[in-house]
């Protein structure tokens, strides 16, 4: 997760800080959907590991929707914010927000390898 949280936030950084042609944004338009889906491919996995049985779906529905909740704020934020500073800087800017508190994230929560779920 933290690999493809950084690819995707170096990716965003290109699209929004150099200059791009309509043949460039095209290149660099893969990577960014790759890795920007890469990133929300193992959360159901992780997030399961991180519950005790008894609140798993809830835990991780809660934490999940919580995430997707503050997320929908971004795009209304984005457009507050480029009027002062333009559109790429704006979306940079809450990209690297997001990006960096995704790795924040994965790297302080617990590794849940070689533990007995059942028993957390």
Do not use: D
């Not at 519950?51 to 503050?70: C, E, K, L, T």
């Not at 984005?78 to 002062?84: D, K, N, T």
């Not at 800087?89 to 070689?114: N, Q, R």
């Amino acid at each position: 997760m933290v690999l493809f949280a950084l690819c995707s936030f170096l990716a965003v950084l290109a699209y929004t800080y150099f200059p791009v042609g309509n043949s460039m944004m095209l290149v660099l338009g893969f990577p960014l959907g790759f890795f920007a889906s890469g990133v929300f491919s193992p959360i159901g996995a992780f997030f399961t590991e991180l519950f005790p049985n008894q609140a798993r779906g809830s835990g991780q529905g809660f934490s999940y929707n919580v995430g997707r909740g503050i997320g929908a704020l971004f795009p209304t934020l984005v457009g507050f914010l480029s009027i002062r500073m333009g559109l790429g800087h704006a979306i940079s800017f809450f990209s690297v927000i997001a990006y960096l508190t995704m790795i924040s994230a994965t790297l302080l929560l617990p590794e849940t390898k070689g533990r007995n779920l059942s028993e957390i």
